[in-house]
């Protein structure tokens, strides 16, 4: 049967539109990121329960777009990356670091491989408790980097400098 995945990136958020890298801070939905939560929303009407991280980027992207229709789940292993002192670090600076802490903690953080672990986890308890339905993920662009490293066999340094294309969700069939 399987579990049919969505994973989505929360929506745009003030950290965004300046090139800050959020990490592990709240981060807050611009006006556009408003919009853009509505516009998932529809998209993903049909999903039967929607997980996202409890960071409140993600946790407003949920709520707007569902504003208390769907089962909402926030979890903590679905997380971005902690950059530790680098969080709320310019974009600019993080990109260039990235490719060093794919096994190696950020300063105060942790790894993009301990990311693919929490993740990997994540799925773990989604196939045992999701079986023949369709789960929304809404996390972090390290978590998209995890799923495309676990499910596609995409290795993290081929991930982490690559440029990132936004697109209306990706969908994967866990099996």
């Not at 777009?65 to 974009?91: H, M, S, T, W």
């Amino acid at each position: 049967m399987g579990v049919n995945l969505i994973y989505e990136t929360h929506a745009i958020t003030v950290d965004n539109e300046t090139g800050i890298a959020t990490g592990w801070l709240p981060g807050e939905l611009s006006e556009a990121g408003r919009r853009v939560a509505r516009e998932l929303g529809g998209r993903r009407a049909a999903v039967d329960v929607v997980y996202t991280s409890d960071l409140r980027r993600a946790v407003q992207t949920a709520e707007i777009a569902f504003g208390g229709g769907k089962e909402v789940i926030q979890d903590a292993r679905l997380r971005e990356c902690d950059y530790g002192i680098y969080n709320g670090r310019p974009v600019s600076e993080v990109a260039l670091l990235r490719s060093r802490h794919i096994d190696t903690p950020w300063p105060g953080g942790q790894s993009y491989r301990q990311v693919v672990a929490e993740t990997a986890a994540f799925l773990e308890e989604v196939m045992k408790r999701w079986q023949g339905r369709t789960v929304l993920m809404i996390a972090h662009s390290a978590n998209r980097w995890a799923l495309q490293n676990l499910l596609l066999g995409i290795e993290l340094e081929d991930l982490v400098d690559a440029p990132f294309a936004w697109q209306p969700g990706w969908t994967y069939q866990l099996a």
